[in-house]
Nanobody, 124 residues
């Protein structure tokens, strides 16, 4: 049974930082593309960042580029999202997702597995 469990969300002031983690129970974690998405109230789920199996290829939404860093530790079956210079518009539920392929996509429907989400709230 595949499980993705996010942690690290919380309340932070604008300009602050948070680090999200996603622990995966995938048998061959290193062969999956992993990604972060987020969904704010009343809005569609949107792509934040993705990382390929080796960790050497990363992709970011323009809105977070330069502020967020995605990484993974294949030995620990864990993915991370370091979020710096947070803004109120970053407030959302953040989800980790996985797909068993080498191809990165920013479309939520292309991902097979999802975590339950973790709330990030940035106050102004």
């Amino acid at each position: 049974q595949v499980q993705l469990v996010e942690s690290g969300g919380g309340l932070v002031q604008a300009g602050g930082s948070l680090r999200l983690s996603c622990a995966a129970s995938l048998r061959t974690f290193s062969s999956y593309v992993m990604a972060w998405f987020r969904q704010a109230p009343g809005k569609e789920r949107e792509f934040v960042a993705a990382i390929r199996w080796s960790g050497s290829n990363t992709y970011y939404a323009n809105s977070v580029k330069g502020r967020f860093t995605i990484s993974r530790d294949n030995a620990k079956n864990t993915m991370y999202l370091q979020m710096n210079s947070l803004k109120p518009e970053d407030t959302a539920v953040y989800y980790c997702a996985a797909r068993p392929t080498v191809a990165v996509t920013i479309t939520p429907e292309d991902y097979d597995y999802w975590g339950q989400g973790t709330q990030v709230t940035v106050s102004s």
